[in-house]
């Protein structure tokens, strides 16, 4: 079966704090993933794709094949970052698979 | 939660033609939001659905180009009018549940091919 599990429904972090947001996936072929974030009171926008290994707002995602993974991380956290964070799948017809998503909370 | 539905999943079409996009919530919500998002690109908000109202469109997006439908809580249709290869695309459907702004649920999308 093809899913995203992001096990987190709530994560909650100091400022300054390193911030992993979990994604797991379940996949036969080669995946292609995203984060999505969703600031309060704002759309989804795309945050960063395995595919093109950048950084964006200093997040970073590495895939891990043997953990099927694809956390989401960050050094120090930044009150900003607090948002709803989702990660996705395309799935073998091409269509996206979401996670639950997480909503992260930083602490002043 | 609310677990939503797109028709079709994935569909090829020739240019100039039109095609209808389903979504279907499985509870009712007041906001509905249509997405694209284009091969390399981020996801691009198209326009937000309230029933018993118009669309609202955001900019560079027309209601000739993207009619969408609102007939009742559970449900609204896109189309995609006088297709052309650029629509190529997935097109995604979303529900805010009423009184919660800070969560989205996403359906699966469509994949759009216009050859």
């Known amino acids: 079966a093809q899913r995203v599990t992001q096990p987190e429904k709530l994560l909650s972090v100091f400022k300054g704090a390193p911030v992993e947001l979990k994604c797991n996936y379940s996949?036969?072929?080669?995946?292609?993933l995203f984060w999505y974030v969703q600031y309060s009171r704002q759309r989804l926008q795309l945050l960063l794709r395995h595919i093109s290994r950048e950084s964006i707002k200093g997040f970073t995602a590495d895939l891990n094949k043997g953990e099927t993974s694809f956390h989401l991380k960050k050094p120090f956290a930044q009150e900003e970052d607090s948002a709803m964070y989702y990660c996705?799948?395309?799935?073998?017809?091409?269509?996206?698979?979401w996670g639950a998503g997480t909503k992260l909370i930083i602490k002043p | 939660s609310a677990v939503i539905s797109q028709k079709p999943s994935r569909d090829i079409c020739q240019r100039g033609t039109s095609l209808t996009i389903q979504c279907q919530v499985d509870s009712q919500v007041t906001m509905m939001f249509w997405y694209r998002q284009q091969p390399g690109q981020s996801l691009t908000l198209i326009a937000t659905a309230n029933q018993g109202s118009e669309a609202t469109y955001e900019s560079g997006f027309v209601i000739d180009k993207f009619p969408i439908s609102r007939p009742n809580l559970t449900f609204s249709t896109l189309t995609v009018s006088n297709m052309s290869p650029e629509d190529s695309s997935i097109y995604l459907c979303?529900?805010?549940?009423?009184?919660?702004?800070?969560?989205?649920?996403f359906g699966p999308g469509t994949r759009l091919t216009v050859l």
């Open positions: 996949y036969s072929g080669s995946p292609e």
């Open positions: 996705a799948l395309v799935a073998s017809n091409y269509q996206l698979i």
């Open positions: 979303s529900v805010e549940p009423s009184g919660n702004t800070d969560t989205q649920y």
